[in-house]
């Protein structure tokens, strides 16, 4: 297994667990943390498990970038960063795995925005969320990418404009969260979403999760057309046709 500077990757009965390990930095997304997340990814797509659990050492889940990757940086330089943060958010929601976000903490910038891309997320109550770059002078333009998808445009923009932190039951209900549960319950919840969220056929998960993003981003006619050809496929499928027998010989 891959040793790493910047997380500590494990596995426990079918369900990896990613931790961002840098709290003295605030587990900040620096260019080193952000190709060994896409790195983990990819490792655990390729494996065993059947779902994933992101996780947080430390008093901050995310800062965000790392702004010693970005002072005095060049212009091609910049590009690249931003072009591994692109990376590493599109290779999370790529996985054919369900990948569940345990936020303990605060979440900030392109923290919140790994946040969004997740496709669960469970909050402790004193979890927070912010994209600060409103206060500041760098807007968080990739942030808003993945948050906006989440919770909409108004609610995205006050965000991104205000650059205030708004609690975990607001992010609940702003849609940026599943559910808000008390500190000392926190794994507890995740562990119980993440087997829901896996259990059944895993090859009809991944195709579940891959088809609904490809459908999020299309019109609804086209929606509807590549939607309807994975569902042709997946009621093709061995396994499918193999539940369909086992159904009807019960009646």
């Known amino acids: 297994m891959t040793q790493f500077s910047c997380l500590q990757l494990s596995q426990a009965q079918g369900i990896a667990t990613v931790t961002l390990n840098l709290p003295d930095k605030r587990n900040a997304l620096s260019l080193v943390m952000m190709r060994e997340l896409t790195l983990a990814f990819a490792q655990i797509a390729a494996g065993d498990a059947r779902g994933v659990i992101l996780a947080a ?16 940086a060049d212009a091609a330089h ?11 958010m599109n290779s999370l929601q790529h996985m054919p795995q369900p990948v569940l976000a345990r936020v303990h903490a605060l979440a900030t910038a392109a923290g919140c925005q790994l946040v969004a891309t997740c496709d669960l997320v469970i909050a402790s109550e004193q979890a927070a969320f912010a994209l600060p770059g ?5 807007f968080c333009h990739t942030p808003l990418v993945a948050v906006s998808r989440s919770i909409g445009r108004k609610r995205a923009l006050e965000l991104a404009l205000t650059g205030d932190p708004i609690n975990a039951q607001t992010a609940a209900d702003w849609g940026l969260v ?3 549960v008390p500190h000392e319950q926190l794994d507890a919840a995740c562990l119980d979403l993440i087997q829901r969220a896996t259990r059944g056929s895993a090859a009809s998960k991944a195709s579940g999760k891959q088809g609904f993003y490809e459908q999020m981003e299309l019109p609804q006619a086209q929606a509807y057309a590549v939607s309807m050809q994975r569902m042709a496929c997946g009621a093709h499928n061995e396994e499918a046709q193999q539940s369909f027998q086992a159904f009807l010989n019960r009646s």
């Open 78 to 88: 910049l590009q690249q960063l931003f072009a591994a943060c692109t990376d590493m």
């Open 178 to 180: 599943n559910r808000v």
């Open 134 to 138: 409103g206060k500041g002078s760098l």
């Open 57 to 72: 050492n430390g008093p901050v889940f995310s800062a965000g970038h790392n702004f010693a990757d970005m002072a005095g």
